[in-house]
């Protein structure tokens, strides 16, 4: 019994635990539910705000990255991009194409661009020509025939400007693009003006690279023209002026010396040669019965700003007609194929050459590394294209423009620079660098940086082959 007992009794006893009056009352067992609750609630809300804090934080962060990747001059002014394996391709605003190589970029450039790229796709170029609705400017103010002499005669520049010093390449260009539709700014001259050295500005790439930005930054893109050795250079011009295109052209001395006597004393001659003040003729006269006539020529010293030259045939070998301007707004013809012939050397320039190409259209100027290259890039495609590749080829044309025309003491720096204003290219990049591929139904042209100071034309089958070909050409280089 005593065995028994002793087994009962803790039952008992813990049952006797478990009744009312020995453990906690009703009120306490729900104060103490409602404190332990409390408390969860608490840690729940704590656990929200840090999460919150954090989000913040992060959110701030990314915000700060992006700004920072953002900030970049470079990203200035894009429209579109599309991401590619290993690069993203751009479109700038004013039709301006570009390529970052991915490994060359930050993680917050990258992601950026990835972001940019996802909100403003850029599609695949395709064999059309995207233009822009932009009303034609009308240029021609006067075109007639009376009495077997026909007149055309172009509008003015809205502002006639005064030249300082040297500097009539550059004014020249200015009131060339205002006649047509493209008018510049006091900002943009003084830009250059202010930083090259006004009695011989051509010594100075800066000079070279500014009045060729007169034309990268507008919108749309001018469309260029330019004789092509078929017809003489003054039926040439005339037939320009009837399109309602100002043409730039360079006086020949010795009608410059035939100008007012007052004006030839405060303004000798600052022409290259026996031929060189630039003008911009805006009109002509033209008897064809007698062979004689006039142009009218805009002159960038505002004591003489516009005069008539008379001009013979006779006159022709001295009178240099250098291209027209389409006006603002008129659509880019259809061209002909174009078809090479023989090429001749010009002069060595640097590692590359200019030649002279004869072709189904005339002579065509080309900086190339050989004949066979020289003949590839006066064949590329100009039939309708996207903007990307018409953009491409107008760099193409300015960049051949420097190194045929600027001291070769100059061009190498004066090029580059050309394509780090264009496409906002770092100092810090990885050389060599592809600054820009032009695409063409022919292949491609590659323009490849392999010194800060020197950017390289080529024609190569890809971007790797185009690489390949510069380390070649650098110090080190087995080219």
Avoid at 180 to 188: L, M, R, S, T, W
Avoid at 232 to 244: C, D, I, S, T, V
Avoid at 390 to 408: H, M, Q, R, S
Wanted: hydrophobic share 40%; with cysteine.
């Amino acid at each position: 019994m005593q065995r028994r007992l002793l087994f009962v009794l803790p039952l008992a006893l813990a049952a006797a635990l478990l009744l009312p009056g020995c453990g906690p009352s009703a009120k306490e067992q729900q104060a103490a539910a409602a404190k332990r609750q409390a408390a969860l609630t608490a840690a729940a809300d704590a656990a929200k705000a840090q999460a919150a804090a954090t989000a913040a934080e992060k959110a701030q962060e990314a915000a700060k990255t992006a700004a920072t990747a953002r900030a970049n001059p470079k990203f200035d002014g894009l429209a579109s991009a599309r991401a590619e394996k290993g690069y993203v391709a751009v479109l700038y605003e004013n039709g301006r194409k570009g390529m970052f190589p991915t490994a060359q970029l930050s993680e917050a450039e990258n992601e950026w661009l990835t972001a940019f790229a996802a909100a403003h796709p850029l599609a695949h170029g395709k064999s059309t020509v995207v233009i822009a609705k932009t009303e034609l400017t009308k240029t021609i103010v006067k075109q007639e025939t009376i009495d077997g002499v026909e007149t055309v005669q172009l509008r003015p520049p809205a502002k006639l400007r005064d030249q300082i010093g040297g500097t009539c390449m550059f004014y020249g260009r200015v009131h060339y693009l205002d006649i047509a539709g493209y008018p510049i700014q006091d900002g943009e001259i003084y830009r250059t003006i202010n930083n090259c050295p006004h009695d011989e500005p051509y010594l100075s790439h800066t000079y070279y690279v500014g009045m060729l930005l007169l034309f990268v930054n507008q919108k749309p893109s001018p469309i260029l023209h330019f004789p092509n050795g078929t017809i003489p250079p003054f039926e040439w011009a005339r037939q320009e002026l009837r399109k309602g295109r100002p043409v730039l052209s360079a006086l020949p001395q010795n009608i410059w010396l035939s100008l007012p006597a007052d004006f030839l004393a405060n303004h000798p001659w600052d022409g290259n040669s026996k031929v060189g003040h630039q003008v911009v003729i805006n009109g002509f006269t033209w008897n064809p019965a007698t062979k004689k006539g006039t142009f009218h020529v805009v002159n960038s010293w505002t004591v003489l700003s516009e005069f008539d030259v008379p001009v013979e045939p006779r006159d022709e070998k001295n009178f240099v007609m250098e291209q027209s301007l389409s006006p603002r707004g008129e659509p880019p013809e259809e061209t002909v194929k174009v078809k090479a012939g023989a090429v001749t050397l010009l002069k060595p320039v640097g590692k590359q050459f200019l030649y002279s190409v004869d072709t189904n259209i005339g002579p065509q100027k080309v900086m190339a590394p050989s004949e066979e290259a020289a003949k590839t890039f006066v064949e590329l495609d100009l039939s309708a294209k996207d903007v990307e590749t018409l953009f491409g080829e107008f760099i193409v044309k300015i960049y051949d423009y420097i190194y045929d025309n600027a001291d070769p003491k100059i061009r190498d720096a004066a090029g580059a620079l050309l394509l780090s204003e264009i496409f906002k290219i770092p100092e810090t990049i990885t050389l060599p660098h592809v600054d820009l591929e032009v695409k063409s139904a022919n292949g491609n042209v590659y323009f490849v940086r392999t010194d800060p100071q020197k950017v390289v034309k080529m024609y190569a089958d890809s971007t790797g082959d185009a690489l390949e070909k510069a380390k070649r050409l650098m110090p080190g280089g087995k080219g």
